[in-house]
């Protein structure tokens, strides 16, 4: 009997031996596969206290006991309370294990030997995909659940440990051999065995034998490899068995979507392994969409730092920068800033090419109007170079300036360098920029560029053209913030609004400035436009609205072409100025202001100029804008006074019959073509007694002066006298001194009376202009005509019929002369500060030109001031005449003059007045005595205006019977009659030489009318000469004596021959 206990009982070790290394090793597998990545959480269950572990085993032992009814029957029978078997201590340490494993992975418990980290909400493991659900273990692989037997009893737990002895591995190893059930639970092993990681230690190998040395289970460094694994094939349930536990608390187990699963046992509703690979795949596809994310939003960073860094290396505005022009009109490039790479010949140079450019009259031998290439070339480019690195911002185009070809260039490129050698060609991110130009010859065509470019030099590359390759152009360009200003570049210092104004700006800004200064300010209106427009005036002075005697009157006109605008500009500056500097106390404003009436019109030809300026700067051509609305050119537009002088001076009619001054205007004229414009201004004229004035217009640089018409030659003596004079002259001089008298000649046809006075004042503008006399370059469209001065007269220029500044000299007492002020008519606004620096001293020191000369008034022995009194200077033929008020003014240069002033009802006065070179005008007033110009009046009235001669004889002195009747004399004078003549009339100058010093300035009246009035001497018999004294002084003398007093002078005067005289004239129409 006990034999066959002891074969019984090694029979149950070996099996439980069995079911412990096949347990074991599927244990391992399944650990080994599914939890590879979750070492350091089974250390961390193993290394729990031993009174832990205690507490868990006896849980586990009573679930076990729960679980299984009959086994808790056998083993309270087998052992006694309180004391566990060595495979229940296992089981409930294996099942332990396994829960703290599924609760480890379901928490994310951190590892114990860092610091634990709070599970993210974002990595939190998603459910298994349903098509990816654990398949069940193949039931062939489940060991069989033992049955359960008597156990002997065993002693305490404690000293069956120390009475374990290794001799009993040794019995079952001998008893398996014998079975041969050790081969058999080898190769089961061996394969179902998974490979081990090359990084686990020996130490953590669970069939290490340095594990099962160890003996001390309560210490805290024991280690099994068998506890770290669940056990779930220990104790299975039975068929139909229900669980009490929640498998939840393990591992979450993904809904079901199709077919229920199985109802399966607890320890194989989970297959670790699957688990394990799909929350790996999860996590390996949720890290690559963040890397992808990632790199999605690291890719648009990129994008948006790359499209930022970009827009600041090429900054790309929305409109094409705005940029003023570079200088190529106005002649502010020079012409050795400009290069071509030919040109068809002389008159067509790389110079030529700049906007707006004029051919000469005869532009194939002189000057063309363009730059034109040589067409055998195969390359062309015209380059510029700006001398300094700019942001180029675009060009304008034109083509070529003349009368009969039409050739202009219809596209082109442009490229770009620094150095003149490497060139760039402009790009707009596809291909080379291709730019459209012109479609005529003389609408300018503006290209802009997308975005400026900073360079140096310029090239204009042509691809097409139309006719000959020939263009003109202008660049805009910009000036770098950090670009230093040039020698010559003027900055302004005056604190002005410098920009262009249409005609409501203007009138807001007239109207401010005079809110600014009302005491000196005026705004008046000449007149209207064609098109209804006003024409605004403003008057500064101190005493503004009415005309102060012994104050000057000047004035200052702009725009009488619409798209000359620059003087338009700087009379608003110069208003602006006066302004301020008159408040800031400026001594010599104020002495301008005080002393001297001045109005400034701004704008003649206000339809004209909304025209241009609506075009804007550089894009109107050369004639935008210059006539009016009707078609007139209002300079040109006025009546032609040079023809009449002329015609009479010719005829000898000058100024007996024609004055040389205030010649009246031809019948009907006003009536015929004229502007409305020009009789605005021609009232405004009259009305106002001008001393000096100039209009200021553009398109060249430079000064001009009257005579504008050029006179006609003399023509030749129906005799043919002047036909035999000529040949005479020359066999006696040679052909150079022939041809020298002839310039001489022709100049004195356009020169006028006051030729030097007129040279004066144009040459006090021009050199005081900062850049006028700078002709070094020639002018704006030739060669210099000025000979450096910058100045010329207008008719040897450019003549012109019926010009503004021809007829203020010859109807009124103005003196006036033109003024261009440059070669650009409408200049970029940002030109203005530097306009206005190069012409505000030349436009006061020209006003200060009305103080030049003498002035002074006419007046009667009773106080009473003479209007329209003519002042005549000796030497000059050109008179002026005396304002309402009495006062004149006449302008001349430095010297000593006898003037002499006259009236009708007066006798004229003689002075000797002297002009220094001192600032201010010499005063020479005139006190006129009443003669008897009225009752001689009558007389000729009744004898149909005709002078009277009395017919007869009549005897003379010494008995000489003289027959006078018609026209003829009917006696002879002997020779010894004019001998008697002349002692007589040298005794009478002996005689006057006496009685004028006790003759004093109140002279007897006519004792007799009816007698021929008895002529005495005065003092403008003495010093009147031929051109001051008018043409019947010679008949009438100034004063009278009674016949019986004289009767010798009078027989003289009565045998002087009567002039030539037409007497269909009468005095009242002189």
Same mark, same amino acid.
């Given at each position: #009997? ?58 586990? @032992? ?47 418990? *951190? ?15 998603? *459910? ?19 049955? &359960? ?57 669970? %069939? ?34 229900? $669980?009490?536990?929640? *498998? ?79 200088? #190529? ?37 002189? /000057? ?67 730019? /459209? ?14 975005? *400026? ?39 302004? &210092? ?22 600014? !200064?009302?005491?000196? $300010? ?13 024409? /605004?005036?403003?008057?500064? +002075? ?36 006066? !302004? ?73 009619? =000058? ?76 066999? =006696? ?9 002839? %310039? ?26 900062? &850049? #006028? ?30 010009? #503004? ?66 002042? +005549? ?8 005449? &005396? ?13 000593? /003059? ?8 007066? $006798?004229?006065?003689?002075?000797? !007045? ?46 000489? @019977? ?45 004792? $007799? ?48 021959? @009567? ?12």
């Amino acid at each position: #009997m006990r034999r066959l206990d002891v074969q019984l009982y090694v029979s149950l070790l070996a099996l439980v031996f069995i079911f412990v290394s096949v347990g074991n090793v599927e244990c391992d597998a399944v650990v080994k596969r599914g939890q590879t990545s979750e070492r350091d959480d089974a250390r961390h269950v193993v290394e729990v206290d031993g009174k832990e572990r205690e507490e868990l085993q006896n849980e586990q @032992t009573g679930e076990i006991q729960m679980d299984d009814p009959s086994a808790q029957a056998d083993t309270a029978k087998s052992k006694p309370r309180g004391k566990k078997s060595p495979e229940e201590v296992l089981a409930a340490k294996a099942k332990k294990a396994a829960e703290k494993e599924a609760k480890a992975k379901k928490q994310k418990a *951190p590892k114990p030997t860092k610091k634990p980290k709070p599970p993210k909400a974002t990595k939190k493991p998603k *459910p298994p995909k349903p098509t990816k659900k654990p398949k069940p273990p193949k039931p062939t692989k489940k060991p069989k659940a033992p049955k &359960t037997t008597p156990q002997p009893k065993e002693k305490s737990e404690k000293d069956q440990r120390l009475k374990r002895k290794p001799s009993l591995e040794e019995e079952e190893e001998k008893l398996l051999h014998e079975l041969g059930w050790d081969k058999l639970s080898q190769n089961k092993t061996e394969k179902e065995e998974p490979p081990k990681p090359d990084y686990v230690d020996k130490k953590e190998d669970p %069939r290490s034998p340095s594990v099962t040395k160890v003996l001390k289970e309560t210490d805290d460094d024991y280690w099994d490899a068998r506890y770290d694994v669940t056990e779930p094939d220990l104790y299975p349930r039975r068929k139909g068995a229900t $669980t009490t536990e929640d *498998p939840s608390i393990y591992l979450p187990i993904p809904e079901e979507t199709t077919a229920p699963m199985p109802v399966v046992p607890w320890y194989e509703e989970y297959e670790y392994t699957d688990l394990a690979a799909k929350k790996l795949e999860e996590e390996m596809e949720k890290a690559r969409k963040e890397k992808e994310e990632k790199a999605e939003k690291l890719r648009k960073m990129w994008e948006k730092e790359e499209e930022e860094e970009r827009k600041k290396q090429i900054p790309v505005h929305a409109e094409p920068k705005k940029c003023p022009p570079l200088g #190529m009109e106005s002649h502010r490039v020079e012409d050795d800033q400009i290069l071509a790479s030919s040109s068809s010949h002389q008159g067509f140079s790389a110079q030529r090419g700049r906007l707006n450019m004029q051919s000469s009259d005869d532009e194939e031998d002189v /000057y063309g109007g363009a730059w034109c290439a040589d067409t055998e070339e195969k390359e062309h480019w015209f380059q510029i170079d700006a001398r300094r690195e700019v942001e180029f911002a675009g060009v304008i185009t034109q083509g070529r300036n003349s009368e009969m070809h039409e050739d202009f260039v219809s596209s082109f490129f442009v490229a770009f360098s620094n150095d003149s050698r490497d060139w760039t060609v402009l790009h707009d991110g596809y291909a080379e920029w291709l730019f /459209y130009g012109n479609v005529d010859k003389d609408t300018p065509v503006m290209n802009q560029f997308a975005w *400026p470019t900073v360079a140096r030099y310029l090239r204009i590359l042509p691809q097409s053209w139309n006719g000959s390759l020939c263009m003109r152009l202008e660049v805009l360009a910009c000036q770098l913030p950090n670009s230093y200003p040039t020698d010559n570049e003027v900055i302004p &210092t005056d604190d002005l609004d410098f920009r262009h104004h249409n005609y409501k700006e203007m009138r807001q800004m007239m109207k401010v400035i005079n809110e600014e !200064c009302p005491n000196i $300010t005026r705004i008046y209106n000449i007149g209207k436009s064609s098109q209804g427009l006003k024409m /605004y005036a403003m008057e500064i +002075s101190d005493n503004p609205g009415e005309h102060e005697r012994g104050e000057p009157e000047f004035r200052y006109t702009a725009g009488l072409h619409g798209n000359e605008v620059l003087g338009r500009e700087l009379l608003l500056l110069l208003m602006q100025f006066l !302004c301020k500097e008159y408040n800031d106390d400026n001594p010599r404003v104020r002495r301008l202001v005080d002393g001297v009436r001045i109005h400034l019109v701004p704008s003649l030809n206000p339809d004209a100029y909304e025209l241009a300026y609506e075009m804007g700067s550089e894009m109107g051509n050369w004639n935008l804008g210059h006539w009016t609305e009707e078609g007139y050119d209002i300079f040109q537009n006025f009546p032609d006074l040079n023809s009449i002088l002329w015609g009479a001076e010719d005829r000898g009619w =000058v100024p007996r019959i024609v004055p040389n001054h205030h010649i009246p205007l031809p019948e009907n004229f006003l009536n015929g073509s004229v502007a409305a414009e020009t009789r605005a201004i021609i009232a405004w004229m009259e009305r106002t007694p001008f001393v000096l004035g100039a209009n200021l217009q553009g398109g060249e640089k430079i000064v001009t002066y009257p005579f504008d018409m050029q006179r006609p030659p003399r023509a030749v003596g129906a005799d043919g006298r002047g036909g035999r004079r000529r040949a005479e002259m020359e066999r =006696v001089m040679n052909e150079e001194t022939w041809a020298r008298i002839q %310039r001489q000649n022709e100049g004195a046809l356009r020169e006028t009376a006051d030729e030097n006075m007129f040279r004066w004042l144009a040459m006090t503008y021009a050199h005081s202009h900062l &850049t #006028m006399t700078e002709t070094y370059r020639g002018s704006c469209h030739g060669d210099d005509v000025t000979a450096g001065q910058g100045i010329i007269n207008r008719a040897s220029w450019k003549p012109v019929v019926g010009s #503004m500044n021809d007829f203020s000299y010859l109807h009124t007492n103005c003196f006036e002369i033109s003024v261009f002020l440059g070669c650009d008519k409408f200049p970029h606004e940002s030109e203005l500060p530097l306009e206005w620096e190069s012409n505000r001293e030349a436009l006061l020191a020209f006003m200060e030109q009305v103080h030049r000369g003498i002035k002074g008034v006419v007046r009667d022995v009773e106080g009473n001031y003479v209007a329209n009194a003519t002042v +005549s200077v000796e030497g000059i033929k050109h008179d002026v005449k &005396t304002a309402a008020t009495g006062d004149y003014w006449r302008l001349l240069n430095p010297g000593e /003059y006898r003037v002499t002033a006259r009236a009708d009802g007066y $006798t004229s006065q003689t002075r000797l !007045c002297m002009v220094g070179y001192e600032a201010g005008a010499t005063s020479c007033s005139f006190t006129l005595t009443k003669s008897n110009w009225d009752r001689i009046r009558q007389i000729m009235a009744l004898n149909p205006n005709r002078p009277i001669r009395r017919s007869g004889t009549r005897i003379g002195n010494g008995g000489a @019977t003289i027959n006078s009747g018609g026209s003829t004399r009917t006696a002879t004078i002997s020779q010894s009659e004019r001998l008697r003549r002349l002692r007589l009339i040298r005794l009478r100058k002996l005689r006057m030489q006496k009685l004028r010093g006790n003759i004093t300035t109140t002279r007897p009246p006519t004792t $007799t009318a009816t007698t021929t009035p008895v002529p005495t001497t005065t003092t403008t018999t003495e010093f009147a000469s031929e051109s001051t004294t008018s043409w019947f002084d010679s008949w009438f003398l100034e004063d009278t004596r009674s016949t019986t007093a004289f009767p010798i002078e009078a027989e003289i005067q009565e045998s002087e021959p @009567t002039q030539d005289y037409n007497f269909e004239y009468s005095i009242d129409e002189y």
